[in-house]
């Protein structure tokens, strides 16, 4: 696996879910009582009456389907929000544009109902890029259009328009300065690297962008030994951000568990979640909101997480990608606005992600020649320890086989001019030196040789 793609693939994260309240979808519709506005940043915007139908639920069906036909796939659609004391509904939807080079789109459908007409707004554009169009078009959309429920059924879905204000946000750099993020008067950043950063509110709001997970499959036999490698047999908690968690667990339960196990490097208790609904997104990705439980004091918390789940990096290995923003829940229809600007102003730079991005390149590489350095210095270790074991066994050999010699009256000789040796009685070994001591010699114990001697 290249270093370089793990953490492009990392710096590329929060491309994949920035829009936490604005959920993905697509939308337009042929009609000849509809208007079409391009938005000059992006998008396209659709309005007007809806002729031949008469209810709501009709006028919502019929942009459906006709979302369904220009875009070549059927819309999958989240919940349906009806505003309080208005005759509108809303709803927002992801999509597969088939006839568009299967590129994924995201948008809304508005439909309101005045005086027993219903008239409807669509705004859809490419899912990555909808997060930031969409406020620019519901604000175009709400200079031509004037049924209002667009307003409000934003708001009640949780999205950035509605009645309540957007605080003046503040740009504040990252310590690391690879990003930027623009803070309401009483927010702070809790920790920012790399381009991800967390920040903490004054009312207990937290929001993370482009947390990125690496993921390990317990099920992969090869991954399954590192784990236990890893973790001492399940004695300690995986280093770094590493989880493990089986490729292809329900996508809730991959995030409760991964929730979990980041707690548990903590030593923290995990997180109490009780999901409240589940739009699913493009892309592997789905929405969750919910009410959670940090146990940190703070009480249940309003939650809502965009998670995408990353196709396997190298066998048994994959990662998911997480966006979150947590506020009691009283705050919500209040800071949904600012919240959502907040997601806006988020900046990265790129530079500063790719100069990191090489500086842990590298610190992998030292520590790889780190470990080789010591691998080569242990082996040296080792072959030194086993020479000086063989040597002390061989010296151990000698000296038996002399020991022996002394038992048995025996003498080893070496005869000079056959370059031979041999084991013999000491009186026939004392014979021959005496006759002959320039061809026969004894042979000292430390030359010995092994195999023949002994």
Known sequence: MSADWFFNLKKRACALGCALFLLSSSAWAVDDSLQTIHNPGGGEIVYGAVSGQSTLQGAMGFMLRQVHGHFGDKPQVGKFFHTKGSDSIATFFTLTAKNQGNKPMAGMVVVSLQGGQPTAAVIYDDAQRFATTANPMMKKLNEVWHPAPANSSKSAA??????????????????????????????KIAGAQQGTVQATGPNGEFLVIGMYVPVMDPNNPQQRQMIQMETQG???????????????TDPFQTLKAVSAQLHAKQRQQPASIELIDTQKQANNCNLFN???????????????????????FMPGTYAVTINQVSLPEPLLAKENPTLHAIFQSYRTNDAVINAETRQNIDNIH????????????????????????????????????????????????????????????????????KADPSRYQYVPTQDFLKGIDY
């Open 158 to 187: 949780g999205a950035s328009q509605g009645s309540a204000p957007v605080a003046a946000l503040h740009q504040t750099a990252f310590p690391d300065n690879s990003g930027s993020i623009g803070l309401p008067e009483g927010w």
């Open 234 to 248: 399940g004695r300690m908690p995986l280093p770094g951000m590493y989880v493990a968690v089986p490729y292809g």
């Open 290 to 312: 919910a009410h959670v439980d940090q146990h940190d004091g703070k009480g249940v918390m309003y939650t809502s997480i965009y998670m995408c789940i990353q196709p396997p």
């Open 366 to 433: 030292a520590i790889g020649e780190r470990a080789k350095i010591q691998a080569d210095a242990s082996h040296a270790a080792w072959d030194i320890h086993q020479q000086a074991y063989q040597n002390q066994q061989d010296s151990q050999d000698r000296n038996n086989a002399a020991f022996s010699n002394y038992l048995l009256d025996q003498t080893v000789i070496q005869d000079s001019q056959r370059n031979e040796r041999g084991t013999v009685y000491n009186q026939y070994a004392d014979a021959l030196v």
